[in-house]
Structures are given as C-alpha cells and as structure tokens.
C-alpha cells in the first residue's frame, strides 16, 4: 500500500493502529548509544558500523534505519515490514536491508537481514493471500520469492507464458515489464492481451486488470479494462488530456488528466466503466500540484471514495462514493507519503533526503474518520497531543 516514527533517518512505514512491537528501538537524549568499549557511539558511527557489516544483525539494521521503509499486509492482518540503510553521505557504498514480520497480535515472528550495495534498488514486497512476495528486481525475470506468514521462504514459479486474470492475483510491476502474481500457484507471469501501448496499470480484487493505452501516433489516450485476457470495454480519454495513474478497486476506476505537462483533473467511473466523467474542479486546487504528474498520490478507500494529492504538498478526500466534491486535508504535519487501508488514512513525515536527523513531527499518523482526527503512532508529540484537526 507503500510508518512508525524512529531515531533514525529516513521513517516511511505503514502500520495498523496499536501494534506496539513496531515500536522503534528508544535513543537516548542526546540520540546515542553504548559502545563496546564503553565510550558513547554516535548515531554517525553506530550508522557506519552496521552497514559496513558483512554479516549485519537485523536488530542492528532496524535500529539503524530507524524505522521501517516500507510495509504490506497479508490478508490475515500479518505485516511485512522493510528496513533500508543507505549510504548518507553518498549514493555509492555499503548499505543493509532489513525485512521484519509481525503477526496480527504484534509479536514479532521473523526477521532477515542481508549486506547491500547504496546503488542496489532495495528489496520490495507485496502483501498476497498467505502471506508475501517479494517484487522482482528490474531485468531480474527470477528474482521473486515468496515468504508466508512465519516467514518461511517459498519457491516462485516465473514464467514468460501469459496468465489470463482473475480474482486473488495481484499487480506485482508496471511496465516494463508488467507482471501479475497468483498466490494459489506461486506464480509470477505477464498478464495476457494487455494492448500493445499499455504504459500504465491496476489491478483490482476481482481480477479487473485496467490499462492505459498510450500509442506514439496522435491518436487518444485509452483506458482499457479486462479479465481473464478478454477485453471487456474500453473508454478514450478526452482531449486534449494525456493519461496518468491509473487505480481501481471494487466498481470505481480512476486516471489521472494531465495536460501542459501537470496533473488537472481526473477521469472517473464509479460503476465498472458504464460510464465516465471528468472532475476538472470538484475543490481540488489542480493549479498548485507539482509540474511533475509522477508525484500524484491516487489512492481508492474501500468505500469507494478517492483520495488525491502529492508528496509533500497538499491532499484532498472525496465526500463520497461519487467522487465529484472533495474536502482537503489538513494533517497534523507535512506528509511525504500517504496510503490508505481500508478506510483508515496514514500518512508520513519524513525528511525528503537521506539524513540522520528527524524532521518535525516525523513518523506515521493516522485517522480513522476521513482526516478529522489524527494520532502518531509510537506517541505523539506535544504540540499535536489531544488536538483535533477539522478538513
């Protein structure tokens, strides 16, 4: 879905509310800690150590990180977590990952660490039924794995053969390449018939596998939706707008306008691609997102409703499945990152670069009642404690 707050650099994490064995490890006052020797190791020198670690100790690349990069959820509520530290001081180097799994109940019930390289592309997971598998590198055709629920690592048959989808398969990459994952068979494979210009995808809980088709000539954008390899319909995006991120779950479908090279507006279906109309106001301020239409945070709650925005600058909720009037935000401090579950929101505050620092505020806040009310997870910081946050 792509947080805890932690005493480290960069905090980017998903959790479920009051899982307290995500906590992070406590710095002290001055941020250090005991080394062998007795001296005090700074944050630095602790940092240096476990990642020039050829063997490091997951505890020790945890503590590092500082809090987790990243996090997906089984459908028994079980919770990957990802650690990556980097090299700080440069994008060449050692570096060391981290993945950790905690059981609904908050204990934790597996760990892994491995040595890395700062120019690697840090390991990435998604959360299927039974447990998790890990997203293939790019130009890696056999770098998927699965790993259940106790953490236990499974073989992951990847094949160049097509599969036609269906419901339980999961979106793994976008293209290039696209590939879908089917849990029941541990496979990793392309989808099947997606059109020939398909540069952008999602895939939905009933094995919908929507597509933007985006050919070179001058002919128009087109979404195209289909299942188990048939083309159920197809709709042509309004010009003089291009395409952009596509999401999708239950009924509802979105894409992303773009035009003068910005995000402003969206293309919308609320009932499986019947019908579509374009939100080019709805109270979104479309003029203030970023040039930059990759930054676009396009999330689905399960009720249906959209949420809108970019990394660190604004979001919008809509009001209701309708998705034709929104409300923004106001959030506690400045997210870097915003995922929904369900139909509870978290959002992230963190530093934008690598750093050993924390910024204000940072970790994950959550709210469970459309962004009225948040609250840190691993406890909040005096100037927002007990404060309530009205749209």
Sequence with gaps: MRWLSGCGRRAVVLVAVGITALAPTACGADGVGGAADGEPEGREEMYQRVIEDPHPDPADVIDAAGAPSD????????????YDAGNVEDDEGPA??????????????????????????????????????????????DGAYALDVRGKRHKVVSTGTPLRSRPGDVLLAEPEPALIYRPSTRTVAPPAGLPDDAVRLAVHERGTVWSLDQPLSDDPNRVVWQRDGRTLGSTTVPRPYLGGVVAARGGTAALSLIRDEGVRG????????????????????????????????????ADGRLLVGEESGRYWLADDRTNSAFQELRTPARFTSFTVVGTTLYGIADATT???DLVKGEGVWTSRDGGRQWRRVGGVPREYGGTRLSP
Aim: charged share 25%; glycine share 10%; no cysteine.
């Design 266 to 301: 969206l293309l919308v279906t609320t009932d499986d691609g019947e019908h579509w109309r374009t939100v080019l106001a709805g109270g979104i301020a479309w003029a203030d997102l970023k040039p930059d239409p990759d930054a676009l945070v396009l999330e689905l709650l």
């Design 71 to 82: 996090v997906v959820r089984a459908d028994d509520g079980s919770l990957l977590l990802t």
């Design 354 to 356: 690598a750093t050993y």
């Design 96 to 141: 060391a990952t981290a993945w950790r799994i905690v059981a609904p109940d908050g204990r934790t019930v597996a760990q892994h660490a491995e040595h890395a390289d700062a120019e690697d592309v840090p390991p990435a997971f998604k959360g299927v039924r039974g447990g998790f598998v890990r997203v293939p590198p790019p130009g890696v055709a």
